[in-house]
């Protein structure tokens, strides 16, 4: 496994344990940065808030979001990463319960990269994260840094 | 026997314009010959006729001066008798004696006279007195005057006077003896010596004649008057005079007075004085001494006159005296001739004249007469033709004689009573067409008019003048008017105000431009009431022509409709705002249960295998049982709700119809089908070109459903097969997906399509009982129907429809009674 830090933006602490335990589960040990809210997130991208003074370009190699989030949701979070040129190529995989076609339709257009459903089965979700892991973090080449 | 007189007899003359030509001709000529000559012996008198009046006239004028020359040679040879007799010395003597016999006193001497005067006037001729005297003075010196009357005959009595108009001497009975007081003798007297009078002719009584007074002083030796000699002149002789000179000649002669009297008049005789000339005559003859002119006052029948006062031209032998005389009298001498006697040669010639001008218009017009006959009788030969032409059946045809232009006419003739006679015959052809047409036509207008005045519709004629021409029993029932108060009235005498209406200003416009117009107006009648109807405008002949429904009930029902209408709208309308609010709640449920109820879910399944995983040791072989269980549950859960919100999802879905090869979609699930399970062989046949008109995503739901379906219940068949294909089922061209599964039985077939209806357990088959749900949902939204025909181990067959157009109410309707 490559190194790279995945950040995982999950409000639910449940679904932030299983994905955790997905990830360890499949041996992939990347770092991984945990936001509660879209706004979190967007302070740890940018070095802002409570990450403060952090060194906005060292990007993660991967971006989890969920679309449900408190304060700033998912797709808003999404419209103001694409806005902003430090993170504009991020990739960013949509991790979400919801299959509404509308969902799939906004976050593709606001530029996601890939769409993921959560499963209810684990060992489904699981398998799920697995690929994630192996596509996003080992084959595939991330953007050049800004 | 009786007969009809014919047209001709009945004419009598009649209007001279229908006379024959040759009548016209020499009447018109005659005419015209009888006018010349007429106006030129008009002109020819009337010329002649004021020289002719000048001539006499003035020949008049002079034979009266002439006649007056032969009064003064007669009075003045009686005067002068006169004069010798008083010269006498006897006369003188006699005069003398009587002057010398009165007293020297004049007083005594009067009364001496009047005392004479008296007795001789009251006293018998016997008195000795009155006797003395004639014996003495009277009757002794009679010889000497008788013997003067006997040598001078124009004098038929003497009387002579003394000094004081005693009578001294008389030839005849005297009736009074004093004379003084007569006008002769006083006029006589006062004029002195030499004075002669002459009295105006009077009836003398003593002698029975006319006469004329002749006084004559008598001289005494020194020349002074001493008496008066008086002689009687009987007019006879100058009138026989007047009578000779005028009977020579044509003419009359009359004698007039001074006062207007007519003396004499030759055409009357002496003895009669006759009526006086008119007023008017006597004012033109007044204070002149001669003239002449045309009059009717002399005889008060036109006359030519001339004149001439008896004094004027008194000249020549006649001495002073003598013409005093004649001036007292004041005669005029009038020569006159009537008119007519007068004008006779002129009224002679005239006579003449007009034989001339008879014979000579005769003949002229008998001339006229022969040459227009030459002409007309061809022509009349010609008009008999022609007028036999009319009733004529065959062509009538004539020989051509005469001079050239008749010979022409009747060529001319002859062709166009043959060109006449054949189009005679084409007309009465054609004219018998027409009346058989015409009384088709006839029949077909009085069909016409009876149905049109029975008709239902109204109909009605209006003229240019807005008048109602014609009205059916309908217009009359509309208008609410009988029909005869309109006829022949105007429209805004039934209907004021009508002029201001649409539907005048549509009946102006059609009588203008003739452009018919369809429309539906309302109609205020004057009693205030409201009435619909449907016309029809339209241009005819006549003006214009209305053909009116009465559509007042449809109109209400319309109205009526169009509120319902309305008032559906209002409820559609709130009830889709209601459904909208409750799809969007609906919309936000489904969201929360895919998003909200499923991350529990994850976490119920997640944790009870990180459980096992980290945990199994410590759990015995029931309690690893258990966690398996919590975890089918929970998943069971998850599918459950994927497949309510698709459920959902296939109901709000908005839809797109387009071509659909269900074809292709069915070998694209088999595809899936085939590797979710790959060891199993199952046999599919998918007809080719299965096309329909649908949406695309909702046609792929319902059909992998019933493939899945199908799938699932032949897992335990050995030779699996299921088919995709279209046939007729239930009379109607149906597609369908057949498998030789398990079946079922049609008892429960009704409850195959209900939400969470299930067949078979979910341990022999896996599922949550809404695929068919979601299926029936999405074949009604497109209006079709779907069924299924199964026996329980033979197999399934799901039939469905879709209608070629769609049907949106139906859809509509669907998705109503889906949100209840």
Redo the contacts between chains.
């Keep these: 496994m490559k190194d790279g830090t995945i950040l995982l933006v999950e409000d639910?602490p449940?679904?932030e344990?299983?994905t955790l335990?997905a990830l360890q589960?499949n041996n992939i040990a990347n770092d991984v940065i945990v936001a509660h809210d879209g706004q979190e997130a967007l302070d740890y991208l940018w070095g802002q808030g409570a990450y403060d003074g952090r060194d906005a370009s060292q990007t993660p190699a991967v971006v989890l979001l969920d679309?449900?989030l408190p304060k700033v949701d998912g797709l808003e979070m999404l419209r103001q990463m694409r806005g902003d040129a430090r993170t504009e190529l991020l990739p960013v995989v949509i991790l979400?319960?919801?299959?509404?076609?509308q969902d799939l339709i906004n976050g593709y257009k606001l530029g996601a990269n890939a769409y993921v459903r959560?499963?209810?089965?684990?060992?489904q979700?699981r398998e799920a994260v697995l690929q994630l892991g192996l596509f996003w973090l080992v084959l595939n080449e991330p953007p050049p840094a800004a | 026997m009786f007969q009809a007189p014919t047209r001709r007899q009945l004419k009598g003359w009649g209007d001279p314009r229908s006379w024959s030509l040759a009548s016209q001709l020499a009447l018109s000529f005659g005419a015209l010959v009888t006018a010349v000559l007429a106006l030129l012996a008009w002109m020819v008198t009337r010329s002649a006729e004021p020289t002719v009046i000048e001539k006499a006239g003035g020949t008049y004028q002079a034979v009266a001066g002439g006649v007056n020359d032969l009064l003064m040679l007669y009075l003045g040879d009686r005067v002068g008798e006169v004069q010798v007799l008083q010269q006498s010395p006897v006369i003188r003597a006699l005069v003398d004696a009587g002057n010398a016999s009165y007293p020297a006193d004049p007083e005594q001497a009067a009364e001496s006279i009047r005392e004479l005067d008296r007795a001789w006037r009251s006293a018998t001729p016997d008195h000795p007195l009155i006797r003395q005297v004639i014996d003495r003075e009277i009757n002794s010196a009679a010889a000497e005057l008788t013997d003067f009357l006997l040598g001078f005959p124009a004098h038929s009595e003497l009387i002579l006077t003394d000094r004081l108009g005693a009578t001294v001497a008389a030839s005849g009975r005297l009736t009074d003896y004093d004379q003084s007081d007569e006008e002769w003798w006083q006029t006589a007297w006062a004029g002195g010596e030499g004075r002669v009078y002459l009295s105006q002719p009077t009836f003398d009584e003593s002698a029975g004649v006319i006469a004329i007074l002749l006084a004559s002083p008598v001289l005494g030796s020194d020349g002074a008057p001493i008496g008066i000699l008086r002689s009687t002149l009987a007019v006879d002789q100058m009138y026989a005079l007047l009578s000779d000179a005028a009977s020579a000649r044509n003419y009359d002669i009359d004698l007039i007075d001074s006062n207007g009297v007519r003396l004499f008049d030759s055409a009357l005789g002496i003895s009669r004085v006759g009526t006086p000339p008119s007023d008017e005559f006597l004012s033109i003859i007044h204070g002149l001494d001669e003239g002449f002119g045309e009059t009717e006052g002399v005889h008060f029948a036109p006359t030519i006159y001339g004149f001439a006062a008896l004094h004027s031209d008194a000249v020549g032998p006649y001495d002073q005296q003598l013409v005093r005389a004649v001036d007292d009298l004041g005669w005029t001498t009038v020569v006159h001739r009537d008119r007519k006697s007068l004008f006779e040669p002129v009224a002679e010639f005239q006579g003449l004249m007009t034989w001339v001008t008879l014979v000579a218009a005769f003949a002229f017009g008998l001339a006229a007469y022969a040459i227009s006959r030459s002409i007309t009788s061809p022509l009349r030969r010609l008009t008999a033709a022609a007028a036999r032409l009319t009733t004529a059946e065959a062509s009538e045809q004539i020989d051509v004689v005469g001079n050239r232009e008749l010979a022409e006419l009747t060529r001319a003739f002859n062709h166009m009573s043959q060109q006449l006679h054949e189009t005679l015959e084409q007309m009465r052809q054609q004219i018998e067409e027409r009346r058989r047409a015409e009384e088709t036509a006839q029949e077909s207008a009085a069909r016409l008019k009876g149905t049109m005045d029975t008709m239902q519709e109204g109909a009605q004629i209006i003229d240019p003048e807005w008048r109602y021409v014609y009205v059916n029993d309908a217009v009359a029932e509309q208008g609410r008017r009988p029909t005869d108060e309109l006829l022949g009235r105007t429209m805004m005498e039934v209907y004021p105000g009508i002029e201001d209406t649409e539907m005048f200003r549509q009946l102006q416009r059609c009588l203008e431009t003739g452009k018919s117009h369809i429309m539906e107006n309302e109609f205020t009648f004057p009693d205030g009431s409201v009435g619909w109807f449907d016309l029809r405008i339209q241009r005819v002949p006549e003006g214009v022509f209305i053909l009116s429904t009465e559509i007042t009930e449809r109109k209400q029902v319309e109205r009526q409709m169009r509120q319902l209408n309305e008032q559906l709208e209002r409820r559609v309308k709130e009830r889709t705002a209601e459904l909208e609010a409750a799809n969007r709640e609906l919309e936000a449920f489904a969201?929360s249960v895919?998003?909200?109820l499923?991350?529990?879910?994850?976490?119920i399944?997640?944790?009870?295998?990180?459980l096992v995983?980290d945990h199994g040791d410590q759990l015995d072989d029931q309690a690893r049982s258990y966690t398996r269980r919590v975890?089918a549950a929970?998943?069971r859960?998850?599918r459950l709700i994927?497949d309510l919100?698709q459920l959902s999802?296939v109901t709000r879905a908005g839809m797109s119809r387009e071509n659909v090869d269900l074809s292709d979609l069915a070998h694209e699930t088999v595809g899936v089908l085939r590797e979710s399970e790959p060891d199993r062989q199952v046999e599919f046949v998918i007809d080719e070109q299965l096309r329909c008109h649908g949406d695309g995503s909702l046609m792929r739901v319902a059909l992998d459903n019933l493939l899945e379906n199908a799938w699932k219940f032949t897992s335990r068949e050995p030779q699996a097969r299921i088919q995709v294909g279209r046939e007729h089922s239930n009379g109607q061209a149906a597609f369908y997906v057949r498998d030789n599964g398990i079946g079922f039985d049609m008892e429960y077939a009704e409850k195959l399509f209900g939400e969470f209806q299930r067949l078979h357990s979910a341990a022999d088959f896996p599922g949550t009982g809404v695929g068919l749900a979601i299926v029936r949902r999405i074949i009604r939204r497109h209006g079709g129907e779907v069924w299924a025909e199964a026996a329980v181990g033979e197999g399934a067959t799901f039939y469905f429809t879709l209608p070629e157009g769609g049907d949106a109410t139906k859809e509509e309707g669907q998705m109503l009674e889906t949100a209840r």
């Design positions: 639910n449940d679904d344990e299983l335990r589960k679309l449900k979400t319960s919801s299959k509404e076609e959560k499963p209810v089965d684990f060992d979700f | 969201y895919s998003h909200d499923r991350a529990p879910l994850r976490g399944d997640g944790f009870t295998q990180a995983e975890r929970a998943q859960m998850g994927d919100l999802r």
